[in-house]
């Protein structure tokens, strides 16, 4: 572990300030990859990786993904989107251009388990999670240490029921504006609304358990109890429902009747760590399209 | 496909007439293995295989399974279970003894999908599942021209509304004392609770999602509509309650945002067979122990 | 199993009729998707699918394909191709277009094992392997009632070391300009270059290990020899050098210390026929590219 | 992570007092099992979980664990291993018995690459690896300060071609009879002989790819340049033969056309850490046992 990574941050890479990706969800209709390519080469990009997947053809929903590179990008990518306008009103489209060179920031929402922190923070500094990781919130003291010696701030803040609205100001004021992403690394507290609303499809949760198996609390108990022959994880976007939002991605383990919940709790981690901080990469590089309440993944 | 393989029957290789193996469920308690090992070697036999497994030591349950060779097996089976008797009872012992020269009969359930029917007697004539298929049951006509074909008796019979109570004690007078397991491979009816009395533990069903997810019909269709990355399968013991009988085995298969629910069935088919299949494939071999709602499954 | 189905043939599904799909390798530079998709846009084309990808970016190489549907394109196919020349030309592409109403026509090679062909059958019959099965080919007599109950023509070529160059040549014969895809389904022999080389990149084979370990012969007794706890099987097109050429898709499946040669070898058929239907429709459906001696799978 | 957790050690739960594991190899024959479960239920030990396999039954070997609770084992230990010579010298016997109130002693050897040594500590810490780890050997200074975090000794010992001999000669010194198991966390140097002859057995590796696919160096490099669709790893116990030892435990991921050998680095790296952590922990917990160049793996 490099002390020279230490700060939270991660370098801006030499290619990456010419270099963004573009997000595209529209009805579908005649001409669209046509119109968006051929913008894109006349304002001099050159396409690197395309995208693009349309929902049942007739009357669907069109999804683009389109990574490119333009000189003096920097410089360019306001008059970029100002001229892009009239192609995105014309096929009703959302859309968004991501430079490469900013970093999402992330705030991590964490509780006493480590193991969904400690996975990003290692992937962090490997290198692997190409993002900003601006702080750490946690309603227990535990991990203060630890989260500190890598430069990141940690936010204590203690939720009870008497505290629970004022705890859920301060953490919005605390991330409000100030980052892209929050991770809820097996955070134990349901969020707040007046949280999920202004980040919609940008809070990323890991339940443990096969959505939409074992919905709510003591997945592992309840999985135990019916005696299933795999387990798994999933990663998904917050919404107001309980467990209800889009499924970013799962992943599955086998087990037998020779592990206990402890065992499934233990062979549960190392799956929910990695589905986690799969989702969490996929969402730092704009892979994700949310359409009603699924994902169009182009990893 | 040999044609000389073809008659619903297997044949019994040599070494298989001097083989056996024991099943044991029981509480917990000291010099059970002592005692069963004991015995058989006092009886001639020698142990090929044992698996072993105690729930939660202190007050338990013990499962064990035992293959042995013996020879003249034959001849000394009745009198080896009752010596038994003794240590059955002292330990207050669940057991059986199957010979490897006995076949288990086998009925196979189908209605009009297909790809689980072929897939067992595909495996059937490879000599993988090393049973009797006696016959084949079921409310279309579709398959008899196709089953019959390897010398396997095919019986129509029409499930409606007005005739099911009818159609259901002709099923339970083909089977009943015929065969020793019913598979339902793609059977789309509910099995009547007068089969499932006297067929408890030996009626599989395979269903199509990863249970407890999807429980009820249409899996596929609410799979796709919840937007999962990963489906599956369930193979398991049929109950009274619908889908909730003791889980046998499981797997999955990833899928993604490009899969429609036509493409979610055609994926599903291959997990279907091949989960279905093996849990066949373990009942035969004497695999699987049940336990209140769960399996133990030593393979 | 549908008996208007046996012929041989897959029936064109009307909107098939109207959409083809396009393939694309050429040397990466700017402006290649706008030039191919306004191209088509011009010409009335709508894309329902478009993948791309750019192999190192910078003096990379560019791999494409699109689906894309089109009125009367029958009509309209023949200048269709004319006009794109220029735009072939310009960036020194090799492509095709290939119409969804054209049924590619295979030719399946198999020995005495069968479980591939078994598969590729069912799949074929079930709908799911969208062509045509022209014949099939083997050097033993054994599977011929059970293909040709199907309707598909099954040639006898016993191949012996006296009569292999002569049996060599009876299949060019039979399958030259015949058919557009060559499957072998475990068979045995060595293929001639005089059938590699017309058939470059429409051969495929299943290799029974998961290469490149285990090249040659008797793979599996190799992998129970080294002791793996994984086997896995290998489709890939054939080239000249044994087990060496591009490999389209691998899949494994987890084994113990309990599985001897014959539980691997069984094991093995199902990754073995899962795999190679899989590979064998992946390149129907027109999703494979070959550059050197690696596949882009567009899937 | 609790920091009353910082000092190498594990703590001994009280259940663990009392219990032990034995492991047995022999030649099979009649009465194996009877005679060692009457020997354990004589001597009043319990029999927690068993597991017997026998390689080929005519004439193979005979492969046991069990797994006993024996009131006062730390008292009666040594008398219980005199008794058992006689059984022991029957059956020829290679055999062992571990309390669990010991908890082994590890010694991690690394280089610069840190990700499998992370994954170990935390698991350690974890609770999940039920060992002491007594020190950390690496031939780079980069992470003293990381594992001394830990309260972990860590000892760096330079390699070059000039102190080759004489670094192996401290390696030698310090682990020799010090430490149980010696873990090769991705340390890239060839280990002494003069090492493997004391720790048979008893060293283990992660090779990273799929052995025996990429013997050898740059093996992530050799999987990018054959193209292929699976990559893996492998954990073995250490001979004097290249990656030619025992192997324990393999695992695999899924890659694609778009996985550079940086991707494949990456994706990889999760493979090793979670195929080595495995191999370590069912070393510790006893369930491997070597037969010529093979494992058998009770788990």
Chains 1, 2, 3, 4 share one sequence.
Not at 39 to 64: K, R
Not at 84 to 95: G, H, N, R, S, T
Not at 115 to 124: D, F, G, P, S
Not at 205 to 217: E, K, T
Request: proline share 4%; with cysteine; glycine share 6%.
């Amino acid at each position: 572990m490099d002390t020279h990574k230490k700060a939270g941050r991660r370098p801006v890479k030499p290619y990456e300030n010419n270099r963004a990706r573009m997000l595209i969800s529209c009805p579908d209709g005649p001409g669209i990859v046509a119109a968006v390519s051929h913008f894109l080469h006349l304002h001099g990009a050159n396409i690197v990786q395309s995208d693009q997947y349309t929902m049942d053809p007739e009357g669907g929903m069109f999804f683009m993904r389109i990574e490119f590179d333009m000189e003096n990008l920097e410089d360019k990518l306001v008059s970029l989107k100002e001229d892009f306008l009239v192609i995105a009103d014309k096929f009703q489209m959302k859309w968004d251009i991501h430079q490469l060179s900013y970093k999402k920031k992330l705030a991590i929402f964490v509780s006493k388990e480590d193991h969904c922190l400690v996975e990003l923070l290692w992937q962090w500094q490997a290198g692997d999670l190409d993002a900003e990781i601006s702080m750490v919130v946690s309603n227990h003291p535990d991990m203060k240490e630890y989260v500190e010696s890598f430069g990141i701030p940690y936010h204590h803040i203690p939720v009870t029921a008497d505290t629970k609205a004022e705890a859920e100001q301060r953490q919005l004021d605390l991330v409000n504006g100030q980052v892209d992403l929050i991770v809820l690394a097996r955070y134990m507290q349901i969020v707040s609304p007046a949280l999920i609303e202004p980040y919609r499809n940008r809070i990323i949760n890991i339940h443990h358990s096969f959505l939409p198996a074992f919905v709510g609390g003591k997945p592992y108990a309840q999985a135990y109890e019916r005696g299933v022959k795999i387990i798994g994880a999933t990663a998904h976007y917050v919404t107001e429902q309980l467990d209800g939002g889009p499924i970013i991605e799962q992943d599955v383990q086998r087990v037998s009747h020779r592990d206990n919940v402890n065992e499934l709790k233990r062979i549960g981690r190392t799956i929910e760590r990695v589905v986690l901080a799969r989702a969490v990469k996929w969402h730092i590089e704009d892979r994700i399209l949310v359409h009603q309440n699924k994902t169009v993944v182009f990893n």
